[in-house]
Nanobody, 115 residues
Framework: QVQLVESGGGLVQPGGSLRLSCAAS????????MAWYRQAPGKQRELVAG???????NYADSVRGRFTVSRDNAKNTVYLQMNSLKPEDTAVYYC?????????WGQGTQVTVSS
Protein backbone atom coordinates (compact mmCIF):
# COMPACT_ATOMS: atom_id res chain seq x y z
CA GLN A 1 0.00 0.00 0.00
CA VAL A 2 0.99 3.58 -0.61
CA GLN A 3 0.06 6.25 1.88
CA LEU A 4 -0.09 9.75 0.44
CA VAL A 5 0.16 12.81 2.66
CA GLU A 6 -0.65 16.19 1.17
CA SER A 7 0.17 19.67 2.35
CA GLY A 8 0.24 23.24 1.11
CA GLY A 9 -3.41 24.04 0.59
CA GLY A 10 -5.02 27.16 1.92
CA LEU A 11 -6.60 30.49 1.13
CA VAL A 12 -5.01 32.76 -1.44
CA GLN A 13 -6.06 35.86 -3.33
CA PRO A 14 -6.52 35.84 -7.11
CA GLY A 15 -3.17 36.11 -8.81
CA GLY A 16 -1.38 34.50 -5.91
CA SER A 17 0.56 31.27 -5.70
CA LEU A 18 0.52 28.05 -3.74
CA ARG A 19 2.73 25.00 -3.76
CA LEU A 20 1.15 21.66 -2.97
CA SER A 21 3.22 18.71 -1.83
CA CYS A 22 2.35 15.03 -1.75
CA ALA A 23 4.66 12.68 0.11
CA ALA A 24 4.46 8.93 -0.39
CA SER A 25 5.17 6.53 2.45
CA UNK A 26 6.76 3.75 0.41
CA UNK A 27 9.86 3.19 -1.58
CA UNK A 28 9.71 2.36 -5.29
CA UNK A 29 8.05 5.74 -5.68
CA UNK A 30 9.79 6.13 -9.02
CA UNK A 31 7.67 3.30 -10.47
CA UNK A 32 4.42 5.19 -9.99
CA UNK A 33 2.69 7.62 -12.27
CA MET A 34 1.76 10.61 -10.13
CA ALA A 35 -1.07 13.00 -10.73
CA TRP A 36 -3.06 15.83 -9.22
CA TYR A 37 -6.82 15.93 -9.49
CA ARG A 38 -9.30 18.45 -8.21
CA GLN A 39 -12.98 18.50 -7.45
CA ALA A 40 -15.17 21.52 -6.91
CA PRO A 41 -18.61 21.23 -5.27
CA GLY A 42 -21.15 19.83 -7.69
CA LYS A 43 -18.53 19.05 -10.31
CA GLN A 44 -16.77 15.95 -11.54
CA ARG A 45 -13.26 15.27 -10.37
CA GLU A 46 -10.86 16.33 -13.08
CA LEU A 47 -7.25 15.69 -13.88
CA VAL A 48 -5.16 18.79 -13.28
CA ALA A 49 -1.65 17.57 -13.99
CA GLY A 50 0.24 14.32 -14.29
CA UNK A 51 3.83 13.20 -14.42
CA UNK A 52 4.96 9.82 -15.66
CA UNK A 53 7.74 7.59 -14.41
CA UNK A 54 9.84 9.01 -17.22
CA UNK A 55 9.18 12.60 -16.22
CA UNK A 56 6.75 13.49 -18.98
CA UNK A 57 4.03 15.90 -17.89
CA ASN A 58 0.55 16.75 -18.99
CA TYR A 59 -1.89 19.44 -17.91
CA ALA A 60 -5.50 20.35 -18.15
CA ASP A 61 -6.04 23.14 -20.64
CA SER A 62 -7.37 25.35 -17.87
CA VAL A 63 -4.10 25.28 -15.93
CA ARG A 64 -1.47 24.91 -18.63
CA GLY A 65 1.07 27.70 -18.36
CA ARG A 66 0.13 28.47 -14.77
CA PHE A 67 0.71 25.18 -12.96
CA THR A 68 3.82 23.02 -12.89
CA VAL A 69 3.99 19.44 -11.68
CA SER A 70 7.30 17.93 -10.65
CA ARG A 71 8.60 15.00 -8.69
CA ASP A 72 11.56 14.27 -6.48
CA ASN A 73 12.00 10.52 -6.41
CA ALA A 74 14.70 10.71 -3.75
CA LYS A 75 12.17 12.34 -1.43
CA ASN A 76 9.19 10.27 -2.57
CA THR A 77 7.36 13.52 -3.20
CA VAL A 78 5.38 15.12 -5.99
CA TYR A 79 4.70 18.85 -6.16
CA LEU A 80 2.20 21.12 -7.81
CA GLN A 81 3.31 24.72 -8.15
CA MET A 82 0.26 26.87 -8.80
CA ASN A 83 0.75 30.42 -10.02
CA SER A 84 -1.64 33.12 -11.20
CA LEU A 85 -4.45 31.47 -9.30
CA LYS A 86 -8.03 32.20 -10.26
CA PRO A 87 -11.28 31.79 -8.33
CA GLU A 88 -12.12 28.96 -10.74
CA ASP A 89 -9.18 27.02 -9.28
CA THR A 90 -11.01 26.71 -5.98
CA ALA A 91 -11.42 23.00 -5.24
CA VAL A 92 -10.23 20.12 -3.17
CA TYR A 93 -6.99 18.89 -4.68
CA TYR A 94 -6.11 15.21 -4.53
CA CYS A 95 -2.83 13.44 -5.07
CA UNK A 96 -2.90 10.13 -6.90
CA UNK A 97 -0.32 7.39 -7.38
CA UNK A 98 -0.86 4.67 -9.94
CA UNK A 99 1.03 1.57 -10.97
CA UNK A 100 -0.47 -1.10 -13.21
CA UNK A 101 -3.87 -1.90 -11.69
CA UNK A 102 -3.10 -0.18 -8.39
CA UNK A 103 -4.27 3.32 -7.59
CA UNK A 104 -3.95 5.30 -4.37
CA TRP A 105 -5.40 8.61 -3.29
CA GLY A 106 -4.43 11.24 -0.79
CA GLN A 107 -6.91 12.74 1.64
CA GLY A 108 -7.32 15.92 -0.35
CA THR A 109 -6.37 19.47 0.50
CA GLN A 110 -8.57 22.52 0.13
CA VAL A 111 -7.47 25.35 -2.12
CA THR A 112 -9.58 28.47 -1.98
CA VAL A 113 -8.91 31.42 -4.27
CA SER A 114 -10.89 34.43 -3.16
CA SER A 115 -10.63 38.16 -2.63
Amino acid sequence: QVQLVESGGGLVQPGGSLRLSCAASRSMFSLYVMAWYRQAPGKQRELVAGITTGGSTNYADSVRGRFTVSRDNAKNTVYLQMNSLKPEDTAVYYCNAARDIWSYWGQGTQVTVSS
